[in-house]
Nanobody, 117 residues
Framework: QVQLLESGGGLVQPGGSLRLSCTASGNIGSINVMGWYLQGPGKRRRELVAIISSKDGSASYKDSVKGRFTISRDNAKNTISLQMNSLKPEDTGVYYC?????????WGPGTQVTVSS
């Protein structure tokens, strides 16, 4: 089993920055990919924001965050991070850390990010 815990959310003004972190514990050696998903206010679905391969570190991003967000990993600390710059109100919502291995997946409890003046 894998357990995930996010940190780093909060309230920030438009144009500001936040850094989210997700620490994995448990059977982390089997993880293939980790990522961040956003569930916006009033929305039922979680949309992919960014993912990173646990094997080679290759990353992919949602179009609207390219150039503003950067996903990274620290294998020694079993952590991935999401550096979010030039934040916009539409970036508001609950950010969930996600891990996948084989046919299994796991979610963190989520961390709230609010971008508002």
């Amino acid at each position: 089993q894998v357990q995930l815990l996010e940190s780093g959310g909060g309230l920030v003004q438009p144009g500001g920055s936040l850094r989210l972190s997700c620490t994995a514990s448990g059977n982390i050696g089997s993880i293939n990919v980790m990522g961040w998903y956003l569930q916006g206010p009033g929305k039922r679905r979680r949309e992919l924001v960014a993912i990173i391969s646990s094997k080679d570190g290759s990353a992919s991003y949602k179009d609207s965050v390219k150039g503003r967000f950067t996903i990274s990993r620290d294998n020694a600390k079993n952590t991935i991070s999401l550096q979010m710059n030039s934040l916009k109100p539409e970036d508001t919502g609950v950010y969930y850390c996600h891990a996948a291995w084989g046919t299994s997946t796991e979610w963190g409890p989520g961390t709230q990010v609010t971008v508002s003046s």
